[in-house]
């Protein structure tokens, strides 16, 4: 059976800043879906992690389906109302465009998809960060596909051992979507070369050589690139099928241990650990740490399981206390250094402003 399973993520308002929404806009965001749901979706969940909202569903209509994201728009509208009522900080901020034209992509809210023949047993995780920007996800992609340091299936499993097919996006380029794709692991270097500049090159999607069945899809939104100015982190969606002629579950989890160095925190302006967070968590110390939350799957002709919560174990208690440390460890070198993004990466204006004034003070030593 075809079926399509998309998700849809937005921050539309959130209480004391930038922590969570309230219970008063996710239940007008559920009622909402709830009601176009009917002869439209198979399935719905949907969820929260630190300020940002997704609509996760299941249907039969494709990707970029007009109707799905004009339901998931209509939702993220009626929710932006009640966060106005409320006096929420926010509201509405991921709503950069006024009307709906066709899909919700382009328009602010990030959105991930797959399109998938679906197999007997068929696990998936989806994946919702908050406080940074797409290329989170690219080093733990990389070592999920790619290296059989954290996926042993690359040299243990027969159906995995002509490796993965990379699409990778420039998301610097705004006139529409560039990208390459790249075969691992014969180009592995040319990934690597591509991954390590995490803010202008980004994993799309990772399909399987063994048949071409995606394996992967990530949101690829950069908000300053739509809006022209600073309004909020990307907040990346992640959609990986699992098990099969695809990575382990566990494999997949195992590349979130590192807690590497991401883009955003504090104004979207700085550098942090990215830890493996519950679902429904908040955000907290100097607006984060970054976060990522982890609902684990099955699905069948397209119907939900119950969501799992893949960092919900003693273990990720343990990396937890890791990050915060590493998190501290870089705060303690405030706006130093790597502590702070680049200035091409620096997303508040006031900076932007202050240094374009400062330069223009400079002289010219004879």
Known sequence: MKVTISVIKADVGSIGGHIRPSEALLNKVKKVIADKAKGLLIDHYISYTGDDIAILCTHKRGVLDEKVHKMAYDAFLAGTEVAKKQGLYGAGQDLLKDSFSGNIKGMGPAVAEMEIEERPNEPFLFFAADKTDPGAYNLPVYLSFADPMYNAGLILAPSQEKGFRFTVMDVEYVDADRVVDINTPEEMYDLAALLRDQERFVVESVYSRKNNDQAASVSTTRLHNIAGTYTGKDDPIMLIRTQGNFPATGEILSTFTIGHYVAGFMRGSHHGPLMPVKLNS???????????????????????????????????????????????????????????LPFSELEYGGIVEKLKRIDKKFKVKK
Do not use: T
């Not at 174990?313 to 915060?324: A, C, E, K, L, T």
């Open 282 to 340: 908040s955000i907290s110390y100097f607006d984060g740490p970054p976060v990522v939350s982890c609902a684990a799957f099955c699905i069948r002709n397209g119907i939900l399981s119950e969501a799992v919560d893949a960092f919900d174990h003693p273990y990720w208690d343990w990396v937890r206390g890791q990050v915060s440390q590493k998190a501290q460890e870089i705060r303690r070198q405030g706006f130093f250094g790597p502590a702070m």
